[in-house]
């Protein structure tokens, strides 16, 4: 399994460069033969490649027992802790796997300064998921976590449930964080 390519091979070309530029390809090449050896223990060598699908995620939602919908868009979602989650398979070759996320809680108008700047923090301090808000029409303001990934033409299960317990993972820890930060009053007064 080649994580790469072979697009190596037609970097470098001895008639063009220098010395030291070889040398620098040639440690380019043991730094990504060492990094292609990781990814293939990790992910291992057994698992069968196939391209991703909406069905391939409906799959792995049942047979980690969880429940789902799918929507009149053909979208599939499911509720994670109260959290709305949506799996989406997007690009022109369905190579994109999305988990998008919702807060259970949407904020007034007023609240925006406030939920942008831990939003903006979280990016910065963390690489997954990324997070935002939108505001609707009538004012308030809804928190959104998304993990987006190219998977390429190709993805195995071990992958693709990776993929998925990330994006579900830690869009849940983000929103987590946000219940502690944006304490419920109803909640806090029983």
Sequence with gaps: MRFFGSRRASRIRPTSVGRDELAGARHDDELHDRVEGLLTEQVGTDDVLAPLSRDRVTDWLERSGFSYFIDSDGDVGGL???????????????EVLQVRGQ??????????????????EWNAERIWPKTYVRVRDDGSVVVCAEVTVDAGSMVGEAQLDQLLQCGLSTGS???????T???DPLRDAS
């Design 80 to 94: 994670w802790h109260g959290w709305l989650f949506y799996f989406l398979v997007l690009g022109e070759r369905s």
């Design 103 to 120: 807060w259970h809680r949407d904020l007034s108008i007023e609240r925006l300064g406030e939920i942008l700047e831990v939003c903006n």
């Design 173 to 179: 820890m983000f929103f987590e964080h946000l219940d």
């Design 181 to 183: 930060t944006f304490r």
